[in-house]
Structures are given as structure tokens and as C-alpha cells.
């Protein structure tokens, strides 16, 4: 029996084999490694409905010179990869035009705006909606100045219409009583609501699956068997091979190495991302918060607060610099004052970026019966349900709800 095969286990990938097993297909979700392992593993448990913006904005293009210079800044390309680096780059650079910055922000703006009409029906399913906070994000700021330089991202904002409320003094502290007196300004998201706990979502979405008859099967793909123009089997490096009426690419940082041996390559880059969970933290908090003049969040989740943000440029095989991990500790420490770190744990995982930050969604442009939903970036978990329905649409032949073309494979 030819089953779809998902080829990638982390939250977008769980959620799209969940979604096609709904739909009464039969699924088999293949990964190198255990649900969850990957980028899921170690994200900032948030559901941030308000950070949708283009990284390639005029505004980050101003800071990112002071950002590289900086062993700490919240940006860092290792040089040895800089040349490999270098055609993404100018994709990004291309992508900083006004016109497609406009663009590329309604792109985001689409996704975000549908993201509880399909996560809620999703953990409602799998029975998980208890993972779900009931609580916002707050965003900080020492003064004046720091609140009129992310002046942009609440324009942005006000404009597609994502609630946010404006908060000062008092007010913040009233709902974060273990902030410092150093913040003067502050931005509830109501909307960026928390998980509390990623990869346990992970995994007891895998775990429902796989209850429902749903076939879980680790192994590395390493190559795909064709035929009239489509594919019909996945090759893993062990020598198995799974028969496939449909295949789904959705193995986030390592998708790109999948699309090029379809002849389809993907200008996907990994942005290294950084988190220490603290277990025993000495402070307690009901939002998380960002502190964007100092570029770290921070979440609940877990079991304890995580400490999380920062991007490096190094590739798949780099060894982790958990420099960069130790860095954004200090910085929470700056906005918690009585944060302890004591029992606490470093990671390093792989966001998969595109240079314009958009995800690929949709059909492969040159074999039938595949489908990509790759290039979340940091919105993974955001983004995970509603990429899940989007492709279980396209895969059942149903009419997608929004135009995909902004979100196609072929876009560059």
C-alpha cells in the first residue's frame, strides 16, 4: 500500500502528517532522527503572530554593520562560511527593495491572521489544547528612544490590524512584578500566546498519529525513485525503500539538500539559533517578553524559563559557540534582575531560513505529487498548523483559503 510520505518529523512536519491522516490518508512520517528532536526541540515555545516582518527591512539593514562588529551582536556569519553564504545573501539583499519588503510583509500578514482559526481546531483534535498559554507577549523598552526605533514594527502592525496594547511604568510591572524598574515602555501582543512545552507538543502529536494508525520510520532520505514525472518511492540510506503516492518535503534546514535531488533547489540557509534552559530560576513570569534594543526573549515553558534569540551564519556542520548562549543570559539578567542560572542547560539548533523570510508552501514546480512546506524560519510553530492545512488542501485537491503564489518554490 503506497502511503503520503512526510519527510520530516519536527512540529511542521508532525502537524501536516496529523492533518493528511485526518483528511483519511495513509501517512507514514519518516525523519533521521525522533519527532521533535530538531529545531522543535529547542524553540522559544511562542506562537508570535506579531513577528511576521522581513528581516531584510531598511531598518536591520542600518544596524546590521554595528551588529557584525560586535562579538556579542545579535548577528554573526562565521567567516569561513561567508563564501557559501554569498548567493543567499544577494537574495536577501534583493529582497530589501520597498516594493518587495510591502510585499513580503502582506506574505507574512496572510499566514499570521489564520493561525488560531487552524492551530485551535488542530490541538483540539489531538486533544493538546491544554498546552496552549492563555497569556501574551510583552515587548520592552528602556525609554522613548528604544520604543520610536521599533516605532516600524507597531506601524506595521496597525496596519494588518494585530492587536497590541501600549503599556508604561506601573502597568508593566503590575504584569511582570520580577522586571526591572528600567523599563519605560512596553507592548502587550495578547495574540503571541506560549506552548508549554514544544517538543512535548511534538511528540504527543506523533504519539495521537501513531495511535490512529499513523507510521513513524527512522532512517536518512537519500534519494527518490521517479516515474512519469512524479515520484513514486523515497530511498533511505539503510537501503529501505517506502513506496509513495505523495511526498511532502518538510525537513526544515534539510530540505535543501532533498530539493536538489529532485532538480529543484531551494535557497535555503540555516540560521543557528541559541537557548539555555533555566530550571531553577529563582523568578516567576507569566509572559514572555522580548527586548528588541537587546535582541533575547524569554518564555515560560518547560518546566522552568528559557532564554533564547541571537542568528549565526555558520552552516549545518559547524560545532555550536554556546559564547552565544552565555551572552543572551547576561542580557535577561538585565531586564530580570533576580534571574538565576544555576540548573540550567545550553542548545543549539537549526532554523531553516529563506532570504526573503517567507515559507515555501505549495507544489513542487516540476514533479507531480510532491509538495513543499519548508523556510519557516523563526516562525515554525507559528506558522506548523496552518502549513499543515494548506497542504493537506493542496494533497485532497480542495481550494486553498489564500492565493499561495507568494509562497511558491519557484519564487527566485
Known amino acids: 500500500m503506497s502511503h503520503i510520505a512526510v519527510i520530516g518529523a519536527g512540529i511542521v512536519g508532525v502537524a501536516t502528517a496529523f492533518e493528511l491522516q485526518r483528511r483519511g490518508f495513509a501517512v507514514v512520517l519518516i525523519d533521521r532522527d525522533a519527532p521533535g528532536k530538531g529545531a522543535s526541540y529547542g524553540n522559544m515555545a511562542s506562537i508570535a503572530v506579531t513577528e511576521f516582518l522581513p528581516a531584510s527591512r531598511t531598518s536591520v539593514w542600518a544596524q546590521m554593520p554595528k551588529w557584525l562588529l560586535d562579538p556579542e551582536g545579535p548577528v554573526r556569519i ?30 507574512g500578514a496572510v499566514l499570521c491572521r489564520r493561525v488560531y482559526e487552524d492551530l485551535d481546531p488542530l490541538l483540539k483534535a489531538a486533544g493538546l489544547s491544554g498546552l496552549l498559554s492563555t497569556e501574551g507577549c510583552l515587548s520592552l523598552y528602556a525609554d522613548e528612544a528604544e520604543f520610536k526605533a521599533d516605532r516600524e514594527h507597531i506601524e506595521v502592525l496597525e496596519r494588518f490590524g494585530f ?52 507510521k513513524v520510520e527512522t532512517g536518512e532520505v537519500v534519494g527518490f525513485e521517479e516515474g512519469n514525472g512524479s515520484v513514486t518511492a523515497v530511498r533511505l540510506k539503510d537501503g529501505r525503500r517506502m513506496a509513495a503516492a505523495s511526498t511532502v518535503l518538510c525537513a526544515g534546514a534539510y530540505t535543501g539538500s532533498l530539493s536538489r535531488l529532485l532538480g529543484e533547489p531551494i535557497p535555503l540557509e540555516t540560521e543557528r539559533g541559541y537557548h539555555t534552559q533555566i530550571m531553577s530560576a529563582g523568578v516567576s513570569m507569566r509572559h514572555s517578553i522580548i527586548w528588541p534594543a537587546r535582541a533575547f526573549m524569554v518564555t515560560p515553558t518547560a518546566g522552568g524559563i528559557r532564554v533564547g534569540g541571537t542568528v549565526e551564519m555558520a552552516g549545518l556542520d559547524a560545532p555550536p559557540d554556546y559564547r552565544r548562549a552565555k551572552v543572551l543570559v547576561k542580557r535577561a539578567k538585565e531586564a530580570l534582575p533576580d534571574l538565576r542560572a544555576d540548573d540550567a542547560s545550553e542548545w543549539m539548533g537549526h532554523r531553516p531560513a529563506m532570504p526573503d523570510t517567507v515559507p515555501v508552501i505549495g507544489p513542487s514546480a516540476k514533479r507531480r505529487g510532491v509538495f513543499y512546506a519548508t523556510g519557516h524560519g523563526h516562525l515554525g ?32
Open 78 to 107: 562565521r567567516p569561513s562560511y561567508l563564501p557559501k553564504l554569498t548567493p543567499w545573501f544577494l537574495l536577501f539583499l534583493e529582497a530589501s527593495r520597498p516594493s518587495r519588503v510591502k510585499a513580503l510583509e502582506a506574505a
Open 163 to 214: 492587536r497590541h496594547d501600549i503599556l508604561a511604568g506601573g502597568a508593566i510591572r503590575d504584569l511582570e512584578p520580577a522586571l526591572t524598574t528600567k523599563i519605560g515602555r512596553a507592548v502587550l501582543f495578547p495574540d503571541n500566546r506560549s506552548v508549554a512545552d514544544p517538543y512535548r507538543l511534538v511528540v504527543a502529536l506523533a504519539e495521537k498519529f501513531q495511535a490512529l494508525g499513523g
Open 381 to 412: 510553530l507559528t506558522y506548523a498548523a496552518t502549513t499543515a492545512r494548506l497542504i493537506g488542501d493542496l494533497v485532497a485537491g480542495v481550494e486553498p483559503p489564500i492565493d499561495l503564489k507568494p509562497y511558491r518554490v519557484n519564487r527566485f
